[in-house]
């Protein structure tokens, strides 16, 4: 600073003796700018919906002023900056970006601004869906037609629970066919009625679960065709 000043040129003739000076040059000499704003963090990342904040300060000059700016596009409006700190309420993806902090000292007008803070918005990871976890009971086949008299059988079963408690019922109320079996997920009617016809349901009870039914697996019953043999007997007299 001390170097700061007019300085002049004088030219000397050695013939003569004669000197001449140049009009002075004047040097000024700036300080360095004491102005060098930090960000903290400087990059991090949000799920969609979350808080976040980003702090700006100038180490040893509490009386700048500070203000925010998105380097692309505007900061979202559900935001508010206090001192330096810039938060925002409810990150969305669009609030994705660089965000940059301006200082300015009002004692001087110097003006600087730090290192952009990156901030990555992501997609929240949903919890898993229990009714998919826990789905219902599935059957085979879900169709079938047997002729009366014939035996028929219904298979039910849960993936990856093959202990599961598994009941058969009639999906119109009614009790099931007299004499069938309902063991281990598997429904068997040994001679079919055709009053047995209808709609079965599967339920499946997972433990501390609520009941869980399966789609239904319709049987269809069809009478049985006598067939009747005439002998004709012919007499040759």
């Not at 609520?210 to 007997?233: E, G, M, Q, Y």
Request: proline fraction near 11%.
């Amino acid at each position: 600073k001390s170097d700061e000043g007019h300085y002049v040129c004088t030219a000397v003739d050695p013939r003569t003796g004669a000197s001449a000076d140049a009009p002075p040059a004047h040097i000024g000499v700036r300080q360095l700018s004491r102005l060098a704003p930090q960000v903290d963090p400087i990059e991090q990342s949000v799920p969609e919906g979350s808080p976040f904040r980003i702090r700006c300060w100038v180490p040893g000059n509490p009386h700048v002023h500070l203000t925010w700016s998105k380097a692309e596009g505007e900061i979202n409006d559900d935001s508010e900056q206090n001192q330096g700190i810039l938060t925002v309420n409810r990150a969305a993806l669009s609030d994705e970006g660089d965000y940059i902090c301006s200082a300015e000292d009002p004692r001087t007008g110097e003006e600087a601004q730090a290192p952009p803070a990156t901030v990555h918005v992501t997609t929240p990871i949903l919890p898993p869906d229990v009714s998919a976890v826990e789905r219902g009971p599935e059957i085979s086949p879900p169709i079938q037609t047997v002729t009366e008299g014939d035996p028929a059988s219904i298979r039910c079963w849960v993936d990856g629970h093959p202990e599961a408690a598994l009941t058969w019922k009639r999906a119109d109320g009614a009790p099931l066919p007299f004499g069938a079996t309902d063991e281990g997920g598997v429904l068997a009617i040994s001679s079919t009625l055709m009053s047995d016809e209808g709609e079965y349901i599967c339920t499946y009870t997972p433990p501390g679960g609520h009941p869980k039914d399966s789609a239904p697996s319709r049987l269809n019953v069809k009478p049985r065709t006598l067939l009747l043999f005439v002998v004709h007997i012919l007499i040759l007299a």
